[in-house]
């Protein structure tokens, strides 16, 4: 005699009724499986969203028959804010009549905490669009520039980190670093435009102390969306050249900073890259979400959030060879253009 296992009348149906949904999640699971990647992720996005949206676990039990979410991360890295950010400036382009413009920002105002006591127009009635009131102009006593110092603070912002550049690499917040290289790119010579090799990240380092005795150091600033958003030059320096890296137009708010490693290499940014009185001095200019257009009043062929970019590229500008000149000069104060994030790195006495 022989034991059976197979279920008779009733349970039989019941057996095939509870393993029909996992054959089936297979065989789904299989066919996204054999898709190219552009197209899984397209087709596991909305997926992935609503894992992470719908509570008590609702889609939990897709992981039991071999699928699995994107990271959340990888998902808001898929997100597509370029065209996002694109849009959010046409938006911005449009003029608001006039009787809709004192609610639209003084929702604005008391969102983000804005204060236009210090505006050089207080009425709102005078911004014909959101763009208008987004790169407002401070009364000129709001803002008075320091003259004890060398250095000045080029913006409003909060400041994420400030320190000296340890083995080559920066922090975007407290325990989070990315490259300096990579983020800066690699060395150029200003006077016959070639490329310096670097074997190691630390030769990269000193190849930007050009003063024995000196050390490099950094400082981050977040422009938060109430504060205002022009920056001007830190301090007295030559700006020689300029390097633009398409790329992504992540938040850049602290928050997202501490979850996203090297999310400033990530970013669209301006390098502006020249030299002060102690040696090697940048200034860059990072993009974020809704702020993805960077554009410096003496840079006429910068062009920023443009559709269509190759990962990884970047384009170089040299103020000395193509104007004959110098470089450009900048006071301490001098106005510049508006950003969200900014990131100096400066080569300067040891304290």
Not at 26 to 48: E, I
Not at 108 to 130: P, S
Not at 175 to 188: A, D, H, M
Request: charge should be positive.
């Amino acid at each position: 005699m022989c034991q059976s296992n197979t279920l008779q009348g009733p349970d039989l149906h019941a057996g095939k009724w509870l393993q029909f949904p996992q054959l089936a999640l297979r065989r789904r699971l299989g066919q996204l499986s054999c898709m190219s990647k552009p197209a899984l992720k397209l087709r596991s996005w909305p997926l992935t969203i609503l894992y992470y949206l719908l509570p008590f676990g609702a889609l939990k039990p897709l992981t039991r028959v071999g699928w699995r979410p994107m990271s959340r991360v990888a998902l808001y890295k898929s997100v597509p804010t370029r065209l996002l950010s694109r849009a959010w400036g046409r938006l911005n382009q449009v003029e608001l009549p006039t009787w809709l413009r004192k609610p639209v920002y003084s929702l604005y105002i008391w969102t983000f905490g804005v204060n236009m006591k210090e505006a050089a127009v207080e009425d709102l009635h005078h911004y014909r669009n959101l763009s208008e009131f987004f790169r407002r102009k401070l009364k000129p006593q709001a803002r008075p520039v320091c003259c004890l110092h060398s250095v000045i603070s080029p913006s409003d912002g909060k400041i994420l980190n400030f320190g000296q550049v340890k083995n080559c690499e920066v922090e975007q917040v407290k325990g989070v670093t990315y490259s300096l290289e990579s983020f800066l790119g690699p060395q150029i010579n200003p006077e016959d435009l070639q490329f310096s090799q670097t074997s190691s990240c630390n030769s990269f380092q000193k190849q930007l102390v050009t003063k024995e005795g000196n050390e490099l150091y950094h400082c981050v600033i977040y422009l938060a969306p109430g504060d205002y958003h022009c920056f001007h030059s830190p301090t007295d320096w030559r700006v020689s050249h300029r390097r633009h890296f398409p790329g992504s137009l992540m938040s850049v708010n602290p928050g997202v900073a501490r979850w996203i490693k090297e999310l400033f290499c990530h970013n669209e940014r301006v390098v502006l890259t020249g030299d002060w009185k102690h040696g090697f001095f940048s200034l860059t200019a990072v993009g974020a979400t809704n702020v993805g257009s960077i554009r410096i009043y003496f840079d006429q062929d910068l062009h920023t959030n443009s559709p269509r970019y190759s990962k990884g590229s970047y384009n170089d500008f040299s103020f000395i060879t193509n104007n004959n000149k110098e470089g450009i000069p900048m006071r301490k104060g001098e106005h510049l253009e508006p950003s969200l994030s900014i990131v100096l790195i400066q080569d300067s006495h040891k304290v």
